[in-house]
């Protein structure tokens, strides 16, 4: 029997490398993207200490670039044709793509770089569009499943992270069609939609836009906003839920006949986003003002 493959953006660091790592110990066969070359030799060795260097194959790619996803394209097609000898000469055949990689550049709307919240929509809505619409019609022969990882701040905005919660709103638009549009085709398409986990993006992301904001101390009002949610990102790259369960529920919605729309993670986050959607914004907005001192 062949192994079944899924497709994952993203898996230098964080839930995309925690997950090719996962279902690479299932036996899935996990063609993971990354950017560097070391990135794709350091994944291999870890799987290959876990004894399933086997199942995984990195293969390059910045999702932000076409050229590169095409790419990518002929060499998934070339690596299922050579395992799925039945589908020579057609198209072969995908089983799951899981569209991670994302990225989360902070900072109050007024002071953001327009350039920062362009990229910002080019990464976490273009680029996921891109891909899907490029190995849609693999994922189609398999009557396989998408699955896009948004994000709480998907369904939440608050200060700060307005330009990331933005691009996930657009996400979750982009899902909920698809999840439509996709099922006379048999394609089920599913939401995570997780809340703080101690990945790199605290670090490498919100910490980077902070910088592109300039000296806090001149940004008047702004500066306590600015401290706080430095603060706070500091913090999520501490504690939060652990990564595992991130890769658990990917497993869930890949081992579930009939997958849910919407998986919120953990359990909490989805009754913060119950409370938010059922809480009068007034009482939302004074809430939020209090917790966050602003
Ligand atoms: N961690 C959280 O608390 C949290 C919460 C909610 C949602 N999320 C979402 O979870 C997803 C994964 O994030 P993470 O927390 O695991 O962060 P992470 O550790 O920073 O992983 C992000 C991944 O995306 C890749 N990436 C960035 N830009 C790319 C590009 N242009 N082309 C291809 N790959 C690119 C990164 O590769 P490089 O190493 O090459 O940069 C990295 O592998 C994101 O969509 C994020 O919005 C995370």
Request: net charge positive; hydrophobic share 40%.
């Amino acid at each position: 029997m062949t192994r079944k493959t899924i497709l994952i953006t993203g898996c230098s660091s964080g839930f995309g490398r925690r997950t090719a790592l996962d279902l690479a110990r299932r036996g899935w066969h996990v063609l993971g993207t990354v950017r560097k070359e070391s990135d794709g030799a350091s994944l291999v060795q870890e799987a290959e200490q876990q004894h399933c260097g086997y199942n995984i194959t990195p293969l390059l790619c910045d999702i932000t670039h076409g050229e590169q996803i095409e790419k990518l394209l002929a060499e998934v097609k070339d690596i299922l044709l050579a395992e799925q000898p039945t589908s020579r000469g057609e198209t072969p055949h995908l089983d799951a793509l899981l569209n991670n990689a994302g990225t989360a550049y902070g900072g109050p709307i007024e002071l953001m770089p327009l350039e920062d919240i362009r990229a910002q929509f080019e990464l976490n809505v273009f680029a996921q569009v891109a891909v899907t619409q490029a190995f849609l019609p693999l994922l189609k022969v398999a009557r396989g499943k998408i699955i896009f990882v948004s994000s709480i701040s998907g369904r939440i905005s608050v200060p700060v992270t307005g330009v990331y919660s933005a691009s996930k709103y657009a996400l979750e638009a982009l899902g909920d069609a698809l999840r439509l549009e996709l099922a006379p085709f048999g394609v089920r398409v599913s939401i995570i939609e997780p809340a703080s986990s101690p990945t790199s993006i605290w670090r490498t992301s919100l910490q980077r836009s902070f910088e592109h904001i300039g000296d806090a101390s001149e940004n008047g009002p702004y500066v306590r906003l600015l401290k706080m949610a430095e603060k706070s990102a500091i913090q999520s790259s501490q504690t939060g839920f652990p990564v595992q369960k991130f890769a658990d529920t990917v497993v869930r919605i890949l081992e579930s006949a009939r997958p849910r729309a919407r998986y919120g993670v953990p359990f909490s986050a989805s009754l913060l986003m119950t409370l938010r959607r059922l809480m009068p914004d007034i009482l939302w907005d004074r809430l939020i003002r209090l917790a966050m001192r602003w």
